[in-house]
């Protein structure tokens, strides 16, 4: 069954720690992104991708950078972790043509202490 | 600015009850508006998706309607379940980049008391 997947689910690291976020999709879709949402917030795009070896900045700043080596893979990974990065990190894809929908990952929530 | 504003914040209702949410949005140009349920901790899941033209789609007990003149559109909910307790978000595409750009609401969060 065509989907996305993140992993972890739930992470908590301590400061200064390197972390990776992993998401996968098994849909084909060339755009993935990456998003940022505290509680009762709205999702911010701190990452895109449109294609192998493509990614650019989202609207929101982040210390994070991302990779995107094969289609289906978008990996998010951040150097040196602060308690200034706990939030829900969400992943989607979306196909170019079509209904422009997005399909979002379960999400990870990290807490760094 | 191009926001994105939902209404109200938090909604109580009692299971078997309709409610209406609410979402008006200031993006242009317009391509597309989409309505999301997000259960605590997981993912948006997509509920329905509205382009310009259209001004109504369903989707089970959901219907979105959309009403490009006034920028506004709502979301309805009849005979709420339990399950139904999530926040919906209600998210508007811009067709101002080949991005196509999303501009995200805060959301409603919806209670159903049994």
């Known amino acids: 069954e065509a989907d996305i997947y993140q992993t972890p689910r739930y992470l908590v690291i301590g400061t200064g720690k390197k972390i990776t976020l992993e998401c996968s999709q098994t849909m084909g879709h060339d755009k993935m992104y990456w998003y940022q949402q505290d509680p009762g917030m709205e999702l911010h795009l701190i990452h895109y991708s449109y294609g192998v070896n493509s990614t650019e900045k989202g609207d929101l700043s982040s210390e994070s950078t991302v990779s995107r080596i094969r289609t289906e893979h978008f990996p998010l990974t951040l150097e040196s972790a602060r308690p200034s990065h706990t939030s829900q990190y969400l992943c989607?894809?979306?196909?170019?043509?079509?209904?422009?929908?997005?399909?979002f990952g379960s999400g990870t929530r990290l807490t760094v202490v | 600015k191009n926001q994105v504003e939902q209404s109200p914040q938090s909604l109580i209702i009692l299971e078997g009850k309709n409610c209406t949410l609410q979402c008006n949005y200031t993006v242009s140009p317009f391509s597309n508006l989409r309505w999301y349920k997000q259960d605590t901790g997981r993912g948006p899941v997509s509920l329905t998706i509205?382009?310009?033209?259209?001004n109504t789609k369903s989707n089970g007990r959901y219907t979105a309607t959309l009403d490009a003149d006034t920028k506004q559109s709502s979301l309805h909910i009849t005979a709420s379940q339990l399950s139904d307790s999530a926040s919906y978000i209600c998210?508007?595409?811009?067709?101002?980049?080949?991005?196509?750009?999303?501009?995200f609401g805060r959301g409603t969060q919806l209670t159903v008391w049994p």
């Open positions: 989607a894809s979306s196909a170019s043509r079509g209904d422009y929908g997005y399909t």
């Open positions: 509205m382009t310009f033209s259209e």
């Open positions: 998210v508007v595409s811009d067709r101002g980049s080949t991005l196509g750009r999303l501009y």
